[in-house]
Nanobody, 128 residues
């Protein structure tokens, strides 16, 4: 079973930035497509961004307004989500998820059902 771990959440003032990090057990994230999602209490997960295993293809939710950027460093077995121009409405738990299949070069999915392994989430809190 692949274990996913996020880090980097915290408290930031409106307009500030945070960088979230994601890795998986045994460095397997380097070969897998990864997605970031977020969820408010009592609501469904919302897609934020995703990236294929090479890093050459990424996808973003239009609703994020171009404020976020996903990237990866396969040598370090890390995937990152840069959060810029944060707003109080971005105060949510952010989840990293990885697909089961490795070396899939196609465009990464925005559908949470296409991801097999999920982290516990990291809280982002934006104060006004």
């Amino acid at each position: 079973q692949v274990q996913v771990a996020e880090s980097g959440g915290g408290l930031v003032q409106a307009g500030g930035s945070l960088r979230l990090s994601c890795t998986t057990s045994e460095g397997t994230v380097s070969s897998k497509a990864v997605g970031w999602f977020r969820r408010a209490p009592g609501k469904d997960r919302e897609f934020v961004a995703s990236i294929n295993w090479t890093g050459h293809s990424s996808r973003y939710a239009d609703s994020m307004g171009g404020r976020f950027a996903i990237s990866r460093d396969n040598l370090k077995s890390m995937v990152y989500l840069q959060l810029n121009s944060l707003e109080p409405e971005d105060t949510l738990v952010y989840y990293c998820a990885a697909q089961h299949h490795s070396f899939v070069a196609s465009a990464p999915s925005a559908n949470s059902a296409d991801y097999d392994y999920w982290g516990q989430g990291t809280q982002v809190t934006v104060s006004s």
